[in-house]
């Protein structure tokens, strides 16, 4: 069974269209990132996923039950984008907490050191840095050893230092063959923790896969060369190819398989191709191709 | 939940701004009226020293019960801490419920404090029974201010809910004769006093310590308010929660 499954779903706020006919499945154990620009519909698919929020259309489950359901049973976890702690609380007295309230949670010390907060345990909540409030957060969210771990752009506030030792924290509890997703909107973190990209934009799938069939499949490389006054006509038909683009005597190729565009290019052409550039897979151009069409 | 309730409490416990309030501020305030007025005795033959007493733990109990109830409730509401609560497996109506537990356990130490107070610097004494009597009536009696904080808390803002719990505590302390006693209110406004609950919850105590049995009006009428104001809390606080 899915661990998540959005079946055309639709959230409406007023005249706002915020997730829009999305259709997804996750898989049992997969590290999921929801990569999509500000406004895309991310914050809204985890709180329909929490069951914050009702869809307007379609349905949502998880486990193959309801939202509602699954958050009762202390099958989810999440951090969220906001979210405070009690600030006269210590860390230690956060954390114990919310993971009483679950019915199978994990052992105090094992959070504490999956978020790396053992130094930091007797601190009152009001005397942490937001980068340390994050870490907070993040074992809050992973208190109750839940089967699905949601996390809203969890790095947001967070230093590059913080931001190693929390992916780090992240892996070791995806690990345990559990459900991760995270919102992003930050492509090196999609492309180096998940095993699966999802795009979405405007509320819509706009791609899915790896992050390496994801900058395959926008066109993300490409292949240019100095095309002097040779004519146009025909690079567009070469294999893999997807857009053309001539600017100042450069022929920059779109391809979604540079070898065979190279093999097409010198085999099946009489072009004298100089100055010859490969880009390679950048998912920041996939991103941008992909989001812009939509 | 009942380790969610413990560290409620706790957490006022560390919040200084409470514990001036809530609990210093009226066994001051007591400890300095008993001292000018405590060997006088009402009309009625009972020493101030116990009247003053059951007022300022009326107000103790009147501030501690807004205060640990309306403004931690708005924060937690906008701060997304309540929702950080709502994906766990607590029952939203736990979440609640906490609160107003949490609320009546908060109001034993002004309760204590003040009655401490009066026993060891104005040699007050009562029976046992009236004690009693007079902690437990003191004590359900503010179930209408918990109930009015909470419902302070569902409907405002942190920044709003903290100025109109002030105003609505004050309010109910000075038309209830906490302060000062009612009749120098003048004839309107003791017309008004006579239907706030804080008026004929001290009462509750004030009867109890004069020798007389409760008043059922007064009983009526703090029962009445805890009704209305603890329909109202809930109806909000679902408003508040509601899963749109």
């Known amino acids: ?221 490409t292949v240019s060369f100095a095309l002097g006054d040779q004519p146009v006509a025909g690079l567009d038909r070469l294999p893999g190819v997807t857009a053309v683009e001539v600017d100042a005597g450069t022929a920059v190729l779109h391809t979604t398989d540079t070898d065979a565009t190279l093999a097409g290019l010198f085999r099946g052409t009489t072009l004298d191709v100089r100055d010859l550039k490969l880009s390679g897979a950048d998912l920041e151009a996939a991103f941008l191709a992909l989001t812009r069409e939509s | 939940m009942l380790y969610y309730a413990k560290t409620e409490a706790l957490r006022m416990l560390r919040n200084r701004r409470y514990i001036f309030f809530v609990v210093a501020f009226p066994v001051l305030l007591y400890l300095i009226n008993a001292n000018i007025y405590g060997n006088q005795t009402n009309p009625g033959g009972v020493s101030y020293s116990v009247i003053l007493m059951v007022s300022m733990a009326a107000y103790g109990a009147l501030a501690s019960s807004m205060m640990s109830s309306a403004v931690p409730w708005a924060t937690e509401r906008q701060s997304g801490w309540l929702r950080q609560l709502q994906i766990t497996p607590l029952p939203s109506w736990a979440i609640i419920v906490t609160k107003l537990i949490t609320a009546l356990v908060l109001v034993l130490p002004s309760l204590v404090l003040v009655s ?76 008004v006093a006579d239907f706030t609950p804080s008026f004929h919850y001290a009462r509750l105590g004030q009867s109890l310590v004069a020798g007389h049995g409760l008043d059922m009006t007064d009983v009526l009428v703090v029962a009445g308010w805890a009704v209305a104001l603890g329909g109202a809390a809930v109806h909000l606080y679902r408003r508040a929660t509601v899963r749109a």
């Open chain 1, 1 to 221: 069974m899915n661990a998540i499954v959005f079946d055309h779903v639709s959230k409406h706020y007023g005249d706002v269209l915020a997730v829009d006919d999305l259709s997804l499945a996750i898989e049992p154990g997969n590290t999921v990132a929801l990569l999509g620009p500000n406004g895309a519909g991310k914050s809204t698919s985890i709180n329909l996923l929490l069951g914050l929020l009702k869809p307007t259309a379609g349905t949502v489950t998880v486990h193959g039950r309801s939202p509602d359901t699954a958050v009762k049973a202390g099958e989810m976890g999440a951090m969220l984008q906001n979210g405070a702690l009690i600030p006269e609380l210590s860390v230690r007295e956060l954390v114990d907490l919310v993971r009483r309230l679950y019915p199978r949670p994990l052992g105090l010390d094992e959070i504490l050191k999956l978020a790396d907060l053992t130094e930091l345990a007797g601190r009152r909540a009001n005397k942490l840095s937001g980068g340390q409030s994050q870490r907070v957060r993040f074992a809050l969210a992973i208190a109750g050893a839940p089967r699905i771990l949601l996390l809203d752009e969890p790095t947001a506030a967070m230093d590059v230092e913080s931001r190693l030792r929390f992916w780090a924290g992240m892996h070791d509890y995806a690990a345990g063959g559990r459900t991760v997703l995270f919102a992003t909107h930050y492509l090196e973190e999609a492309d180096e923790h998940s095993d699966r990209v999802v795009v979405i934009a405007k509320g819509r799938l706009a791609a899915d896969g790896t992050a390496a069939e994801i900058k395959a499949g926008a066109g993300g490389h």
């Open chain 2, 116 to 191: 401490l107070a009066a026993v060891l610097q104005q040699g007050v004494s009562l029976s046992l029974g009236t004690w009693a009597e007079l902690l437990l009536v003191m004590w359900l009696g503010v179930l209408p201010f918990v109930a009015l904080g909470l419902a302070i808390g569902s409907v405002l803002s942190a920044d709003a809910a903290q100025p109109a719990a002030m105003i609505c505590m004050f309010a109910l302390a000075i038309a209830g004769g906490l302060w000062f006693p009612p009749e120098v209110l003048g004839d309107t406004l003791s017309t």
